[in-house]
């Protein structure tokens, strides 16, 4: 039982991950004017914090806990590169733009490795937690 539940809160981990990245990339281009308007750097540094912290203290699994910060890189990096057929989701037309998509790519990167590495961190409970070793 504990397996399964391990499982689905990895699951749902993933799946929470990938559509926060996919909308935080589909953010990137948000103007105001010709102002570019940097949400998806500040939902990337949110979201990542508290999506690792919450899916560790959820499944209980250090690994379920690590799954969003990875979805999140390979969301990421996906969009930086261009596909074949010349679609680019991460652009820099211009230098604000090319600012804003830089720094959504290492605020997630940085804000995830440190959700990471607190997650790591934590000791890990002693013993069998039935209470029978004496």
Known sequence: MTTLRTVGWGLLAVLVA??????????????????????SVLAAAVGNLLLVTWAHR???????????????VVVAVGASVRRPEGDLLITGQTVPAQ??????????VLFGAFAVGRVLSRPVPAGSGSGGAR
Not at 58 to 72: K, M, N, Y
């Open 99 to 108: 600012l804003v998509g830089l720094g959504f790519l290492l605020v997630g």
């Open 58 to 72: 959820l499944s209980g699994s250090r690994v379920v806990g690590v799954l969003p910060a990875l979805v999140w």
């Open 18 to 39: 990938a559509w926060l990245a996919v909308v935080e990339v589909l953010w990137l281009p948000l103007r105001i004017g010709p102002v570019p308007v940097p949400v």
